[in-house]
């Protein structure tokens, strides 16, 4: 049973352009959520998060967007450079009363972006 | 380099035979976490610890595999009698606790020959 999807496998965008990368999940308990962004080889590196009280989080190039009806959020990089080209995985903190900050990982979303 | 520190990076064990997996955690991070991700899917939680202290090994398979978060040393992924579908990359995280975002290390690539 998936909780947490990211229901397109992969994204290619041109340098200089959006980038937005999606990401659905079923439990509305959970109350925390960040984005991951993993190179071949290498450990996945923290992005962004965004808590559940919010409705968006900006850093810099990224900038996450939460809707919690329809429990859907999603990564927007802007400008995308050829360096943000990686897997993206989108993580969520199932909260509750007896938390103990384990992640729920989706599947992950190649970006590559085209010079 | 501060960060968390995963050896060695790349195991091959026979079946049947014990693998161990280390993990540092960042300095000053108590928190431990260790998930497993198979090929082409996301990463799973397996296991969060804080010194000497089993938390939630919810995700942890009921038999083979254990864990230990030690006073002294690394924390250690224990998989005991290993088999081909224990081939998969374990990464291990940290934090200062579990409000704050986990940081990961680069993962010890497990191989089952």
């Known amino acids: 049973d998936q909780q947490v999807k990211q229901n397109s496998p992969s994204l290619s965008v041109q340098e200089g352009r959006i980038s937005i990368l999606n990401c659905d999940y079923t439990?509305?308990?959970?109350?925390?959520f960040l984005w991951y962004k993993k190179y071949p080889a290498e450990g996945p590196t923290f992005l962004i998060s965004?808590?559940?009280?919010?409705d968006k989080n900006e850093d810099g190039r990224f900038t996450v967007f939460l809707n919690k009806s329809a429990k859907h959020l999603s990564l927007h990089i802007v400008p995308s450079q050829p360096g943000d080209s990686a897997v993206y995985f989108c993580?969520?903190?199932?909260?509750?009363?007896?938390?103990?900050?384990?992640?729920?990982f989706g599947q992950g979303t190649t970006l590559q972006v085209k010079p | 380099n501060a960060g968390v520190m995963q050896n060695p990076r790349h195991l091959v064990r026979r079946r049947g035979q014990e693998a161990r997996l280390r993990c540092s955690p960042m300095?000053?991070?108590?928190?431990v976490y260790w998930y497993r991700q198979l090929p082409e899917e996301g990463l799973k939680f397996m296991v969060y610890?804080?010194?000497?202290?089993?938390?939630?090994e919810s995700g942890m398979p009921k038999e083979r595999f254990s864990a230990e978060f030690p006073k002294e040393g690394p924390s250690i992924l224990r998989i005991q009698q290993v088999v081909r579908g224990d081939s998969a990359a374990y990464f291990c995280?940290?934090?200062?606790?579990?409000?704050?975002?986990?940081?990961f290390g680069d993962g010890t690539r497990l191989s089952i020959l």
């Open positions: 300095k000053g991070h108590s928190h």
């Open positions: 965004i808590s559940s009280i919010k």
């Open positions: 995280a940290s934090s200062t606790n579990i409000q704050w975002p986990q940081h």
């Open positions: 610890l804080q010194k000497e202290n089993i938390i939630d």
């Open positions: 439990n509305s308990m959970f109350d925390y």
């Open positions: 993580a969520a903190n199932p909260g509750g009363s007896s938390n103990t900050g384990k992640l729920i």
